[in-house]
């Protein structure tokens, strides 16, 4: 019998929580609206963004919540919503 593959985990930090840890998963869907990232905490609490193509990088993909987005290295962005934390690869352009 086959092994599963391991699904990798991104650095997160659910509400209330300070350090990250690469605990959630990314799951990521091409729409005709652009590309959806879909973050899932292992308690099952997840959270949506739209990959943006104005610079901005991500926004919320639903919910009345903004994503507030911080670049952290030329490769990295970190995302703060609903009080979680996510930190994901992305090009940062000066």
Known sequence: MAATPEVPK?????PGT???APLC???REET??????TLRHPDGAFHRLQVT???RGV???DGAEPAKVTPIGPDSI?????GAR???PATVRQ
């Open 25 to 27: 998963t990314l799951d």
């Open 78 to 82: 970190e995302v703060a919503l609903g």
């Open 86 to 88: 996510y930190r994901l």
């Open 53 to 55: 193509q104005d610079g």
């Open 10 to 14: 991104i650095p997160c930090a659910a």
């Open 18 to 20: 300070v350090d990250l």
């Open 59 to 61: 926004i919320a993909a």
């Open 32 to 37: 005709p609206n652009g590309v959806i990232l």
